[in-house]
Nanobody, 122 residues
């Protein structure tokens, strides 16, 4: 009923930039939070950034000043602009959307994408 699809992952040199996109589609009543997590091999999944329906943002300390999250509310899409990339940013990046379905507008749940790989070479 709901699909969350990421795109934009790639191989990039240190110091470079990438822009990730994520779109949620389906029988959606409303979306509260959209955001990005990442998981590197052998490490736990960690929050990178998220953005609420009101536009409030939150960032991991490790990406503050380098990454910017934004959202197109009309398109149910979230973006992650990543600048000054470092090898330690290498990970699979997962998008999520905390949303309510049309058939159950009083229930909120998280829906995840399949992930997009970002590799930063030194």
């Amino acid at each position: 009923q709901v699909e969350v699809v990421e795109s934009g992952g790639d191989l990039v040199q240190a110091g470079g930039s990438l822009r990730l996109s994520c779109a949620a589609s389906g029988s959606i009543f409303s979306i509260n939070v959209m955001g990005w997590y990442r998981q590197a091999p052998g490490k736990q999944r960690e929050l990178v950034a998220d953005i609420t329906g009101g536009g409030s943002t939150k960032y991991a300390d490790s990406v503050k000043g380098r990454f910017t999250i934004s959202r197109d509310y009309a398109k149910n899409t979230v973006y992650l602009q990543m600048n000054s990339l470092k090898p330690e940013d290498t990970a699979n990046y997962y998008c999520y959307a905390r949303l309510r379905l049309r058939k159950t507008p009083f229930l909120s749940d998280d829906y995840w994408g399949q992930g997009t790989q970002v590799t930063v070479s030194s």
